[in-house]
Antibody
């Protein structure tokens, strides 16, 4: 079955960088686009970024454009999110999700990032 | 970016009630509209795609409708496990967006 496991969250100071990972299993990773979605404490879902199956296309939410970079390693079945110039408002649970066509059909359990001084 | 607006933000209902949630897009999105359910502390669950098609395993009491800019999620007879927050999401543009969510609470 499809399994997505995020890791890399933690506590980081404003302005610092961090990289999240999402290990995928149970499906042919290299044939699906992959997304990051976040949820600030007590708030709604916010779509963050997507990368195409072959890594040639990436799109970002305006709130993270220029600071975050999505990438993937299809040989390792792993999705990444490099986050630079972190802000307090980036504090959230970060989910990776599989792009099943025009949907987010499977989600990981999330990893919590706290940006605080 | 396309803005998605859900209403109401929250509602109170009883088991057996019919519940309707609406979602409006700031521009036409054809039928590129999905619905998700989220319970506290859990990852979202994918319910409906292409505005009206149920994901495998989703009970038939869930129904989605609409196209263009106006969409509806209806739960025909609310069950105890349906108390949750529901989100609409558009995948028409390259930059996807969610509605702000509708919390369905027990009356």
């Amino acid at each position: 079955q499809v399994h997505l496991v995020e890791s890399g969250g933690g506590v980081v100071q404003p302005g610092r960088s961090l990289r999240l990972s999402c290990a995928a299993s149970g499906f042919t990773f290299s044939t699906f686009s992959m997304h990051w979605v976040r949820q600030a404490p007590g708030k709604g879902l916010e779509w963050v970024a997507v990368m195409s199956d072959d890594g040639t296309q990436r799109y970002y939410a305006d709130s993270v454009k220029g600071r975050f970079t999505i990438s993937r390693d299809n040989s390792k079945n792993t999705l990444y999110l490099q986050m630079n110039s972190l802000r307090v408002q980036d504090t959230a649970v970060y989910y990776c999700a599989r792009g099943g066509g025009a949907t987010l059909d499977y989600w990981g359990q999330g990893t919590l990032l706290t940006v605080s001084s | 970016d396309i803005q998605m607006t859900q209403s109401p933000s929250s509602l109170s209902a009883s088991v057996g009630d019919r519940v309707t949630i609406t979602c409006r897009a700031s521009q036409t999105i054809n039928s590129y509209l999905n619905w998700y359910q989220q319970k506290p502390g859990k990852a979202p669950r994918f319910l409906i795609y292409a505005a009206s098609s149920l994901q495998s395993g989703v009970p038939s009491r869930f129904n989605g409708s609409g196209s263009g800019t106006d969409f509806t999620l209806t739960i025909s007879s609310l069950q105890p496990e349906d108390f949750a927050t529901y989100y609409c999401q558009q995948s028409y543009s390259n930059v996807w967006t969610f509605g702000q969510g509708t919390k369905v609470e027990m009356k």
